[in-house]
């Protein structure tokens, strides 16, 4: 079965540009949330949806939207990215509940 | 303000040997424990769980131990292999945002290095 798949693997932006990522969660996951890991630390969160809803939101600023489609597949959006926003975007999915989340590999966003 | 923590950056130990991770919490809201391994360039893998209406659970050779009232959890790897060598993340889960979100909290993860 595959896992959780995300595109694309690395991508490098200029400062004041947007981003689209995109993710596609495990086959029977209905609920997918993103984390930003920056070098050094735990991942941190940014978005759950579930059932094409959202269910919780980190600590981050407007720039940052996030929307789920009807097959699961989700993605997060940035707008006027910041040198700051580099990072390692990981996506997770899973049943919803307390249950355990599978990442995928990341998307490593660089901004110039 | 860290809700998780993790306060050992690195730790080497050898082949064959009990490897000991620790995680400290501070939110007593936390009901859902989780340890993750990440390799470089790949994303967090899932390793083993437990509830806090637990205090042990067990998987092959990976053990998580809950200790409510400290606010503390382990896990224990043994034995030891070169191929555990990665970054182990602590998480915790509960019930923190309006609407039921199952956000994980997440520490800063210690970097184990089993040296054959």
């Known amino acids: 079965d595959a896992g959780v798949t995300q595109s694309p693997t690395h991508l490098i932006k200029t400062r004041g540009q947007h981003v689209t990522l995109r993710c596609s969660p495990i086959?029977?996951?209905?609920?997918v949330s993103w984390y930003q890991q920056v070098l050094g630390q735990g991942p941190q969160f940014i978005f759950q949806?579930?059932?094409?809803?959202?269910?919780g939101r980190g600590n981050f600023p407007d720039r940052f939207s996030a929307r789920q489609f009807p097959n699961y597949s989700s993605e997060l959006n940035v707008n006027a990215l910041l040198l700051g926003d580099s990072a390692l975007y990981l996506c997770?999915?899973?049943?919803?509940?307390?249950?355990?989340?599978?990442f995928g590999p990341g998307t490593r966003l660089t901004v110039l | 303000d860290q809700q998780v923590k993790q306060n050992s950056p690195s730790l080497s130990v050898q082949e064959g040997r009990i490897s000991i991770l620790n995680c400290d919490y501070t939110?007593?809201?936390?009901?859902?424990f989780l340890w993750y391994k990440k390799y470089p360039a790949e994303g967090p893998t899932f390793l083993i769980s437990?509830?806090?209406?637990?205090d042990k659970n067990e998987d092959g050779r990976f053990t998580v131990f809950l200790n409510k009232s400290a606010k503390h959890l382990s896990l224990h790897i043994v034995p030891s292999q070169p191929g555990d060598s990665a970054v182990y993340f602590c998480?915790?889960?509960?019930?923190?945002?309006?609407?039921?979100?199952?956000?994980?909290?997440f520490g800063k993860g210690t970097k184990l290095t089993v040296n054959p």
């Open positions: 997770a999915s899973s049943t919803g509940g307390p249950s355990e989340q599978f």
């Open positions: 086959s029977g996951h209905k609920s």
């Open positions: 949806y579930y059932e094409k809803e959202e269910r």
């Open positions: 939110n007593s809201m936390f009901d859902y």
């Open positions: 998480a915790a889960s509960g019930l923190l945002t309006q609407g039921g979100s199952e956000k994980l909290v």
């Open positions: 437990i509830s806090s209406i637990k």
